[in-house]
């Protein structure tokens, strides 16, 4: 019997119609666990790279972690891969919610499409059976709205609903999936489901899921909500308030934005409002937030409430999580007001939240300085809330410059040309990032900006404090109870890391040292993403439930397999290099890991050469970011090594 994971994907030809439900390689488990890892390794094995994202051949991956449907808290993500049509890389997207237990409960551990539909459908997985339906009734409509439909139409209200609005249709860029209480949102997920013509994956199950030793696990399950509750109790002092309690930031429950209003820049990253937060500002704020949050809500067999049911007079309910409340609003210079309103269309379209105000902001900017014309914004409004809904549908719609603006701003930039790429200034792999530019560099930031290959909010950030404490006091009472360190030599760091001086940014912490540290964040991200825990009860925040002293406990006593820090260690080098390995044989080189020009102030080029030359060197790759056939070797991935000489990649054994 296989323990935690079902043992069976269900492979979907939407050419052929084929349906099939096929036995996985337990060898894999052991190798990947699952997850991001076992997608990694199904993208290398089976799509090509000449493979454009879309096309028949491009796969499109739902998969559920391997703790996923478990009682272990927070192990719910949908971890859906494919290659992005905006990075050309390996995307990855997560998901939150109640999709990826019912599949696990339905009998499987990934859905894996491939081929295209000639018409639009969606895919009814009900237990043992899988079938492919029209959705040409379905077409155009929102996503939140297909869900609706289809559950009515199955009367199944307990189904799971994963779905893709007339974004995801068009193809835009930026399109997510949407799934009720969460959605996948980045790399253009949404717009590779819409291209293989599937507008909504249904789901049912009614199994079991069945763990290797119960009783232990059922402990291990205890000691973590016990721990989250401590930490409740206990928030983290001196940091800003959404980073002093567990889970995905919780900017549902926090009306207190002034960190990010005076922080973050607004509009198409180009200004910041220093002085904006006042009493007044905060208290109409305060007013908005909890005149339209309904209601706080989880994910699945989860006890923080990190998304909100959202109810603006006049429009239809929606769920709203994380700092989408924020980017409406700061990209269009605007209020709360407003971005709780728009969310709602934007959600029922199906785009990226954080991509597509940075889109519309760049686009207005384009038109004062000329590049765009009045021509290509005929018949829009001239109020600022009425100027964002315009083009919003535009690019829904992919209608006049909305065409060319739901390719994403690198893309529209290239399209436009004029000088507009000077605008498209906060790309980094040719995707949207956050719109944040700060002054002093931090190498460790500096070092995840660059590698990353999650585009992601939170990068790989986490583990480690963002800046340092101002005293020692402070430093020795946040390192006292760190039990999450993996090892003592992180509480160094952080005791001797001052906010100015010799042991500050930009050379504290030192090459070596930020290494070190982006390493240990990177490792929880990825054995994360592999287990489809999610990053708010573990890789995200500061001193969480879950970390690298109990994860192999977890992992052994739910699958059976022998697992302790150095094997899981190993398993996570294993999947980061595979990822790196197949983002390299579509031409991710060192050229590209370049956080954008003004994302500092001030910038360090010596000390950044240093920092990519270190951490490449750290990974077991070479100066251009390429894995070296040793390290490939010892991780057991000779096949990658074999394929990327005969490619040309590895040259004499190693460059
Ligand atoms: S921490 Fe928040 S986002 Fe994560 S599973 Fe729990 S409720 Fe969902």
């Known amino acids: 019997m296989r323990y935690s994971e079902t043992g069976y994907n269900l492979e979907i030809d939407l050419s052929r119609g084929n349906i099939e439900r096929v036995e996985t390689d337990p060898k894999l488990t052991e190798l990947h666990l699952g997850g991001l890892g076992t997608n990694a390794k199904i993208l290398w094995d089976r799509v090509p790279p000449e493979t454009e994202p ?7 991956i739902f998969s559920t972690g391997l703790l996923g449907g478990t009682p272990a808290p927070g192990a719910n993500r949908t971890i859906v891969s494919t290659y992005s049509p905006q990075t050309l890389l390996m995307a990855y997207s997560m998901m939150g919610g109640f999709w990826a237990p019912e599949l696990k409960y339905a009998g499987y551990d990934k859905v894996i499409f491939r081929g295209r539909s000639p018409n639009l459908v969606y895919v009814w997985i009900n237990n043992d059976k ?22 009515q139409e199955l009367k199944e209200p307990n189904a799971q609903v994963a779905a893709i609005g007339l974004a995801g249709e068009n193809r835009v860029y930026t399109a997510s999936i949407e799934q009720g209480r969460s959605s996948a949102s980045r790399l253009g997920v949404g717009a590779v489901m819409g291209d293989k013509g599937v507008k909504a994956i249904v789901v049912r199950g009614t199994k079991d899921v069945n763990v290797a030793r119960p009783a232990e696990y059922m402990e291990l399950c205890n000691e973590v909500l016990k721990y989250i509750k401590v930490r409740e109790e206990h ?3 001196g940091v800003m308030t959404i980073l002093q309690g567990l889970g995905s930031p919780q900017e549902m429950k926090h009306v207190d934005e002034e960190w990010h209003t005076q922080n973050f820049m607004w509009g198409n990253a180009r200004t910041r409002k220093k002085d904006y937060w006042n009493k007044e500002v905060e208290e109409k704020w ?11 809500i989880s994910c699945y067999n989860c006890p923080m409430k990190c998304g909100a049911i959202i109810s603006v007079p006049g ?9 989408s409340k924020l980017t409406y609003t700061m990209a269009a210079y605007s209020d709360l007001d407003f971005g709780f309103k728009i969310a709602q269309r934007a959600t029922e379209y199906g785009v990226d939240g954080f991509s597509t105000p940075q889109i519309m902001a760049f686009a207005f900017e384009l038109k004062e300085a000329g590049i765009l014309t009045d021509a290509d914004f005929a018949g829009c409004p001239s109020d600022n809330e009425g100027k964002f809904y315009w083009l919003l549908d535009r690019i829904a719609r992919r209608e006049g410059i909305g065409d060319v603006l739901a390719n994403g701003t690198y893309w529209a930039a290239q399209q436009i040309g004029k000088g ?11 995707h949207e990032q956050l719109p944040l530019k700060l002054g002093m560099l931090n190498p460790v930031y500096f070092l995840m900006y660059a590698t990353g290959e999650k585009i992601n909010i939170t990068q790989i950030e986490g583990q480690f404090p963002q800046s340092p404490f101002p005293t020692m006091a402070e430093r020795e009472d946040f390192v006292k109870d760190w ?29 070596d040292m930020s290494v070190d540290i982006v390493d240990w964040q990177e490792k929880m991200h990825y054995i994360d993403d592999a287990l489809g825990v999610c990053s708010g009860l573990s890789s995200f925040p500061l001193k969480p439930p879950y970390h690298m002293h109990n994860y192999p406990r977890f992992i052994s006593s739910a699958t059976g397999i022998d697992m302790d820090e150095a094997g899981l260690t190993q398993v996570y080098k294993r999947n980061r290099t595979l990822l790196r390995a197949v983002n390299v044989r579509r031409g991710l080189r060192r050229a590209d890991e370049k956080p954008p020009e003004d994302h500092w102030k001030k910038r360090f080029p010596e000390l950044e050469a240093k920092l990519l030359d270190a951490y490449y060197k750290f990974k077991g790759w070479n100066n251009d970011g390429i894995p070296t056939k040793e390290t490939l070797h010892e991780l057991g991935m000779d096949y990658v090594s074999e394929d990327l000489e005969q490619r040309g990649i590895i040259k004499n054994g190693q460059d």
């Open 286 to 296: 305060k007013e908005t937030q909890e005149n339209v949050r309904k209601r706080l």
């Open 315 to 323: 429009i239809s309910t929606y769920m709203m999580k994380c700092f």
């Open 130 to 151: 899988v079938e492919i339906r029209d959705a040409s009734h379905l077409r155009g409509k929102g996503a939140v709205e297909t869900a609706e439909l289809i559950k």
């Open 235 to 237: 928030p983290v002092p």
């Open 54 to 60: 879309f096309s028949p051949d491009n796969l499109l």
């Open 483 to 511: 039990i999450q360190v993996p090892d003592e030599k992180f509480k160094r760091y952080l005791l001797d890391w001052e906010m100015r001086g010799e042991r500050s940014n930009p050379y504290y912490p030192t090459v």
């Open 420 to 430: 507009a790429e000077a605008y498209a200034h906060n790309n980094i792999k040719k």
